[in-house]
């Protein structure tokens, strides 16, 4: 079954919170989550506005994280 881009959305949004959350604590599965995270985004890239995209490549990932958050520059929800 394919998902959706706002369920593959949703995904990358838990995974990127999962491992944000894992860093700050000091977690020792990182690198799990890191590769967890690429997987997601890549699941998204294709179907993803541009800035999410951006941030994606680049491995911003606090700033997709508040992208997907609707905490970006714009202020509106971006999913």
Do not use: W
Request: hydrophobic letters at 35%.
């Amino acid at each position: 079954m394919e998902s959706t881009y706002s369920e593959s959305a949703e995904q990358l949004r838990k995974a990127l919170k999962e491992m944000l959350s894992a860093i700050e604590g000091g977690g020792d599965n990182i690198a799990d989550l890191v590769r967890n995270v690429d997987l997601r985004g890549q699941a998204v890239l294709e179907q993803a506005p541009p800035m999410l995209r951006h941030y994606i490549e680049r491995r911003s990932y606090t700033k997709a994280l508040d992208f997907l958050e609707g905490r970006d520059e714009s202020g509106a929800p971006n999913c």
